[in-house]
Nanobody
Framework: QVQLVESGGGLVQPGGSLRPSCAASRIQFNIYAMGWYRQAPGKQRELVATISRYGNTNYADSAKGRFTISRDNAKSTVYLQMNSVKPEDTAVYYC??????????WGQGTQVTVSS
């Protein structure tokens, strides 16, 4: 069974940095597009960033210039480097792996809280 396991969330002060990661297993990682979504309390889930199998990246406007998505195919892991975080970045962050409509997987989420 496919597994996406996020880690690296936690509490960080405004202006600080955090680097959640997501380790995938039981998929051919290098052919999947990977992504990060987030959901804040009372809000809809939204896209944060994606990275294609070729390394092409896409960011939500809220993430541009502050967050960087990257992948390590040898480790089957995707990362989200979060810099200059703001209280509005507080959310549960979910990792996704997508190859096709029938091969679309989500992790269980990791909590990121930005607070002083």
């Amino acid at each position: 069974q496919v597994q996406l396991v996020e880690s690296g969330g936690g509490l960080v002060q405004p202006g600080g940095s955090l680097r959640p990661s997501c380790a995938a297993s039981r998929i051919q990682f290098n052919i999947y597009a990977m992504g990060w979504y987030r959901q804040a309390p009372g809000k809809q889930r939204e896209l944060v960033a994606t990275i294609s199998r070729y390394g092409n990246t896409n960011y939500a406007d809220s993430a541009k210039g502050r967050f960087t998505i990257s992948r390590d195919n040898a480790k089957s892991t995707v990362y989200l480097q979060m810099n200059s975080v703001k209280p509005e970045d507080t959310a549960v962050y979910y990792c996704t792996a997508r190859y096709s409509l029938d091969n679309d997987y989500w992790g269980q989420g990791t909590q990121v809280t930005v607070s002083s």
